[in-house]
């Protein structure tokens, strides 16, 4: 007989942390476990595959049905792979009335990708998404988990140049009420001059 | 609690859902995800009503009262209450007619359409729409919606047997709550969020063997039964409320037929059987009615050929082959769900002819009369301590579904001025289940385990072993209570355990204290217990030493009728067997024992072979006159249910040429042989059955009405003497999907596949055999073509193979040297 190749459980070599994701719940609620699960996967996959779907599916007593239920309705989700730099560029109106859509115009030609798309190497995906809460430092970039507040042509050259070389770069913190609205943020002092 | 509902005065009980008493005040309040028997859970928005109620003074627990009345004083609640999610109080008033609540309505009807497709003409939910109903009612007619409406998917098959318009859904999640609450399989969610929100399915094509009620809820033309869609208008369609023939669970049907055939198969509400809901074998089997094969006129054998006569002619055939054969070598045997009143005509017939080897069949070695306290359908939602043996969700579907709701908890609601409440509030979304309360026992894995906090994997053919032992634990039990060391006379009692009945001496006495402990403990049994008398004796006794009510499920919808009005052989010598050599004719009702080429070469040799069938078959092929029969779905009649419930049985307008039931034959029999036999007619037959069951059967409520069990006596007398226990190893098990019939029904056979010859992948693997292969393999003596599926549910060393009326639930010999490959057929399994 032909044994085929399968993928192995995500969890089967992780008893320890399933263990202590399900220990958080009672046994009634067992279900509760399902976000947890969800998020180990995508964490370390960079996105849930039918695959991973049905294991936790099966971890958690539940139908493939219910746990794509729950996880299409958060967009933090993944359903199909994501490129190891996932832009996500807020546009909702604070946002959009700072130039998201300038912002998401400027990536799309110099990425060549629309929203939703990641490029071939898997190295950037683009995606619009709603308000990401961070209104007053509009507009805002995530990449992956991190915030790029303010971000203006430039600053999206340099990050874009930067993640080619597979670097993070740390993001320029800007405060709150300061009206310059490119740029780094002004050395101390000089605001009233 | 006494409340107003605009000018009505009414008194309901505490706990009532205001949508439940605007329809007892005999107002009308529009609603769309509410459902009778689901959760009520606010989701649509539409049931909007101001309700208002007195307040009480904190300081000194009076009611604050008007000064202008001196009544107390109303206090309006904010907004607009979801009437179906809101209790009722003391005092309250409910508002459904105002202005304000008017627009309420006419403001939700506006946004419920905005991405509604609007497409009523080439819908076939048109005429029948809750959606299109309330639009007209409650709305304005108007949508200030100018924009673009959302585009999705317009036909989704959501299974073989579904089809989903993705646009005309509106979100109410009756389906997927349905899932859920009901069946127990969540197979439907909602997929994605707010606008894009649409019911998707990652299982392949909903396995659950009720995926259709949700055709039935759906309030617009999202769902729709593909065997019937596009197929006609809902006004054109001539409506017949009726009860399945499929299984003896005896559902309320309503078949829909236009020109004479049969377009869909509803579910009709009874809320003592089966509530509003139905398996998928019933609601999509019925295309065999239809199919261009039916045998439409009597034909008559001349030389070897079978030629179409008329009724008179091919009467007379009969007479005169029969008038050369001795009466009491004449066989006459109708199949198990013949109505009671063909019973009446078959035993009519017998009498006649002299001969005592009357008998329905497929009929089990033990009776499927209950004993002393039969059990209802509402005595099974009711229990708290059940032990099932068998496998109701194939053998009677809605006892399944009985069962679930005995783990919700929650008794069934009593009746309102209109009907079942809208809105139960007792009912949640995912509700705690009691599996605690329910043990299962069946030789291989069942759909019903999953639900069954103990389940118990006896050997094929051991529930007479685990039955004695559990019975005999109880007396020892029993007995140990009065002993001196009671504890130690129980362990002595758990000593003599042996394991190899399939549970441990913990597990049975775990059970026996749970059934104990129970208030109304229920004992269900189907095929597996019956076909061996031991096991059925044992499992009575049990019942009455645990105090249990029992129901058993019998072979075929009326098997239990049959056997009351006594559709029998004189003496158990006489029992339906078609290998007999002792019978020199046989008249056979909707039966093919020729399927088993011993019985075909016997049956070549008889004086007179008649049949009455609705297709050809391989007895047909044999017959020296076949008379054509009509279907389950166009007989007039009535039917005895599982519980002892007679249900009226009505035709449905189907074309069938000269077709006619068991009733006929022996009227156009009479009228050859220049008798008037009784139960010539369904009237006639109707007129005996009063006599002997004190029951007008024409005067039958919709909902049927119970049938005292017989009297002791009366049973005594038709005593049946015990038939031996086959054995052999092919476990024929019970089929929710009628399998005699699956070839002439397109849609099912899809849904649900081929036959299965089901065994251990490890059976599979010595055997060679791979999923999906198409075989033919002799079981006991019928070749039977089935599509191999291993299943790790399934003990090593059985083979499971579904029931045929000529192929009864038990053990039968399998011949697996004789096994053959279909060469390059496969098809597909669930």
């Known amino acids: ?193 | 609690m006494k409340i107003h509902v605009n000018d009505v005065p009414l008194d309901v009980a505490p706990g009532t859902s205001v949508i439940d008493a605007v329809f007892a005040a005999g107002y009308d309040v529009p609603y769309f995800c509410s459902q009778e028997y689901m959760s009520p859970i606010g989701a649509c928005r539409m049931c909007l009503a101001r309700v208002g109620a007195p307040r009480k003074d904190r300081a000194t627990g009076e009611w604050i009262l008007d000064e202008a009345t001196g009544d107390a004083k109303i206090f309006w609640f904010p907004n607009p209450m979801a009437t179906c999610t809101t209790q009722v109080m003391e005092g309250m008033v409910v508002d459904t007619l105002s202005k304000e609540v008017k627009r309420a309505q006419n403001g939700m009807v506006e946004f419920t359409l905005v991405n509604h497709p609007l497409d009523c003409p080439t819908c076939d939910k048109g005429g029948a729409c809750e959606l299109q109903d309330r639009a007209y009612e409650y709305g304005t007619g108007e949508s200030r919606f100018v924009f673009d409406k959302r585009h999705q998917e317009k036909h989704h098959a959501l299974s073989e047997a579904i089809t989903l318009d993705r646009e005309r859904c509106i979100h109410c999640k009756r389906c997927v709550r349905y899932f859920e609450e009901v069946p127990g399989d969540e197979v439907l969610d909602f997929i994605e969020r707010g606008g894009h929100t649409y019911i998707g399915t990652l299982e392949d094509g909903l396995p659950s063997p009720f995926s259709g009620n949700i055709t039935d809820i759906c309030p617009v033309g999202a769902l729709l039964d593909s065997t019937s869609r596009f197929r006609g208008r809902n006004w054109e369609y001539h409506h017949t409320d009726t009860t399945s023939l499929d299984d003896p669970s005896g559902a309320a049907l309503r078949i829909d037929a236009r020109t004479g055939r049969i377009e869909r198969i509803k579910a009709g509400l009874n809320d003592e059987v089966n509530k509003t809901w139905i398996d998928d074998g019933t609601r999509f089997g019925h295309e065999y009615a239809d199919h261009a094969d039916r045998i439409t006129l009597p034909m008559v054998r001349k030389d070897g050929r079978l030629e179409p006569v008329a009724w008179s002619e091919a009467m007379r055939v009969v007479r005169d082959k029969l008038g050369g054969v001795d009466g009491t070598k004449v066989g006459v045997a109708i199949r198990a769900d013949a109505t009671l009143e063909e019973g009446v005509a078959a035993q009519a017939l017998a009498a006649h002819l002299g001969t005592g080897r009357l008998d329905h069949a497929p009929r089990p070695a033990a009776s499927v009369l209950p004993g002393g306290a039969p059990a209802t359908l509402r005595d099974v939602a009711t229990s708290d301590g059940l032990l099932v043996l068998g496998d109701p969700t194939h053998e009677a579907a809605i006892v399944d579904l009985r069962i679930k709701d005995a783990l919700k908890g929650v008794p069934p609601a009593d009746l309102l001025p209109h009907g079942v409440p809208i809105a139960d509030l007792r009912l949640t979304e995912r509700m705690p289940r009691k599996t605690e309360i329910l043990t299962v026992v069946a030789p291989y894995r069942t759909d019903l385990m999953k639900h069954a906090g103990r389940t118990v994997t006896p050997p094929a053919g051991g529930e007479g072993a685990l039955l004695r032992a559990l019975l005999a634990l109880a007396h020892a039990r029993t007995e140990a209570q009065g002993a001196s060391d009671p504890g130690k006379a129980a362990d002595a009692a758990l000593a003599g355990w042996d394991d190899a009945v399939g549970m441990s001496a913990a597990d049975a006495a775990a059970l026996l204290d749970a059934l104990a402990a129970a208030e109304a403990p229920v004992l269900i049994w189907g095929g597996f217990v019956s076909a061996d008398p031991d096991a059925d004796a044992a499992a009575r006794a049990l019942a009455t030493a645990v105090g249990a009510k029992t129901l058993i499920l019998g072979p075929m919808a009326n098997a239990a009728g049959l056997e009351r009005i006594g559709v029998l052989p004189s003496h158990e010598r006489y029992a339906y067997d078609p290998a007999s050599s002792e019978v020199r004719a046989w008249i056979l009702g909707d039966l093919d024992p020729a399927q088993d080429p011993t019985v075909a070469k016997r049956f070549a040799d008889l004086d007179a072979l008649i049949v009455h069938a609705a297709f050809e078959n391989a007895t047909t092929a044999l017959a020296d006159v076949v008379l054509p029969a009509v279907t389950g779905y166009e007989k007039e009649g009535s039917t005895l249910n599982a519980e002892g419930r007679l249900l009226p049985v009505r035709a449905a307008p189907v074309e069938a040429g000269a077709a006619t039931d068991f009733t006929g034959v022996v009227k156009a029999y009479g009228e050859a042989a220049g008798e008037r036999l009784e139960g010539r007619s369904v009237r006639s037959a109707r007129r005996v059955l009063k006599k002997r069951l004190d029951v007008d059967l024409a005067e039958l409520p919709d909902d049927g009405r119970l049938l005292p069990p017989a009297p002791a006596a009366a049973r005594g007398a038709r005593a049946l003497p015990a038939r031996r226990a086959a054995t052999g190893s092919a476990l024929v098990v019970p089929s929710l999907v009628r399998i005699e019939h699956l070839d002439r029904n397109p849609t099912l056979l899809r849904e649900h596949g081929g036959p299965t010859l089901r065994m251990h992948p490890s059976d599979a693997h010595a055997h060679g055999l791979t999923r999906g292969e198409v075989v033919t393999v002799p079981v006991g003596g019928i070749p039977r073509r089935l599509v191999v599926a291993p299943d790790d549910g399934v003990p090593e060393g059985t083979w499971l193979v579904p029931t045929l009326p000529d192929q009864p639930v038990g053990l039968h010999p399998l011949d697996l040297d004789a096994l053959r490959r279909e060469r390059g057929e496969t098809a597909e399994v669930a």
């Open chain 1, 1 to 193: 007989m032909i044994e085929l190749q399968t993928a192995r459980p995500f969890f089967e070599d992780k008893p320890e942390l399933l263990q202590e994701i399900l220990g958080r719940y009672p046994d009634y609620g067992r279900r509760s476990a399902l976000m947890p699960l969800l998020w180990e996967v995508q964490r370390a996959e960079r996105y849930v595959s039918e695959a991973r779907i049905a294991e936790i599916a099966d971890i958690l007593d539940l139908t493939a049905t219910e746990v794509r239920g729950v996880m299409s309705f958060y967009s933090t989700y993944h359903g199909e792979p994501v490129g190891r730099y996932h832009l996500q560029v807020c546009a909702t109106l604070s946002c959009k009335l700072a130039g998201a859509d300038q912002l998401t115009d400027y990536l799309e030609d110099t990425l060549g990708l629309v929203p939703g798309e990641t490029d071939a190497e898997g190295r950037f995906s683009l995606q619009k998404v709603e308000c990401l809460g961070s209104c007053t430092t509009a507009p805002v970039l995530q990449v992956n988990d991190t915030y790029y507040e303010r971000v203006g042509r430039a600053d999206v050259d340099a990050l874009l140049a930067a993640m080619k070389e597979d670097v993070l770069p740390e993001p320029a913190r800007v405060r709150a009420g300061d009206n310059e609205r490119y740029g780094p943020a002004a050395p101390a002092g000089e605001e009233d001059a």
